[in-house]
Nanobody
Framework: VQLQASGGGSVQAGSSLRLSCAAS????????MGWFRQAPGKEREFVGGVHWSSGTTYYADSMKGRFTISRDNAKNTVYLQMNSLKPEDTAVYYC???????????????????WGQGTQVTVSS
């Protein structure tokens, strides 16, 4: 599976961005996809994810309300809509594929099998 993330950029606080992550390769079956982010000097942090077949989404508590995940099955693409961005949202955002759904908690990076290259989001005050 290859993942291509896009949509990052430099924006002012209060702005919105929509990130996309398109999957190619083995795309016929996986449990879900997730979004993580990593700021300089910090651990990779779970943002949210989506159960691929049902579309059920789940989020880190701190991300609820401003971030929304959706997916387009036909395009094998997952989206991360980010609203009311804050400087502390500055990070590299990664998408990842969870093939089996049984490798630990969904907020654990170790559960995910394939990762995109990341896209930089920079929010200035």
């Amino acid at each position: 599976v290859q993942l291509q993330a896009s949509g990052g950029g430099s924006v002012q606080a209060g702005s919105s961005l929509r990130l996309s992550c398109a999957a190619s390769g083995r795309t016929f079956s996986w449990y879900g996809m997730g979004w993580f982010r990593q700021a300089p000097g910090k651990e990779r942090e779970f943002v949210g994810g989506v159960h691929w077949s049902s579309g059920t989404t789940y989020y880190a508590d701190s991300m609820k309300g401003r971030f929304t995940i959706s997916r387009d099955n036909a395009k094998n693409t997952v989206y991360l809509q980010m609203n009311s961005l804050k400087p502390e949202d500055t990070a590299v955002y990664y998408c990842a594929v969870d093939l089996r759904g049984n490798g630990g908690h969904y907020n654990s990076p170790g559960r995910y099998d394939y990762w995109g290259q990341g896209t930089q989001v920079t929010v200035s005050s």
